[in-house]
């Protein structure tokens, strides 16, 4: 995270951004810090730009496994949701992870499902990821449901996902 440089534009996108990339390259703290100190300012530099922070934090919370902090921060996510195509079916899928932590199986494959459902209308790499959550809850579709994760990271180039994903699958 050294090497991504500090902006030093108005709040707003790049610090979204940020809080996003953050959390893909390791560091779900420092997501979760920025995506949390761009939702407290509430400022943006457009009007027109999604606030792609409240997606950036449930991720940071999931991979964090603050579960306490999924569930408080679930209503204002689902509120929002309507302003980023991303933020629902986010929020089905930390719901989900929270659910299955919490030992309810039965409501984390529901909530699982639902979200790569919704996934599949917005974006092939998050329904992946979710497919990829899904597969430790349904063992019977477990080899399936890597298999349609493997397909969709191979096309869209995310090697180290894929790789990830053919190295669980039997051969």
């Known amino acids: 995270m050294s090497q991504m440089p500090e902006s030093h534009a108005p709040t707003g996108m790049v610090e979204a951004l940020q809080a996003g990339a953050a959390v ?3 560091d779900p703290s420092l997501g979760r810090l920025t995506a949390e100190r761009l939702l407290a300012t509430g400022a943006r530099n457009f009007a027109e730009e999604p ?3 409240l997606a950036a934090l449930l ?3 999931v991979a964090l496994q603050d579960w306490d902090a999924v569930q408080t921060f679930l209503p204002e996510a689902r509120r929002r949701a309507l302003e980023l195509a991303l933020a629902g079916p986010t929020a089905d899928r ?3 992870l929270a659910a299955g932590a919490a030992g309810d199986t039965a409501r984390a494959r529901e909530l699982l499902r639902a979200a790569v459902a919704r996934f599949d209308t917005v974006s092939p790499f998050e329904a992946a990821r979710t497919r990829e959550a899904l597969a430790a809850l349904e063992p019977d579709r477990r080899d399936e449901l890597l298999t349609e994760a493997l397909a969709a990271f191979e096309r869209l180039g995310a090697r180290p996902h894929a790789d990830r994903i053919r190295a669980a699958i039997p051969a």
């Open 94 to 96: 930390a719901e989900g």
């Open 51 to 53: 606030p792609i922070e």
């Open 24 to 26: 893909a390259l390791g």
């Open 59 to 61: 991720d940071a919370l």
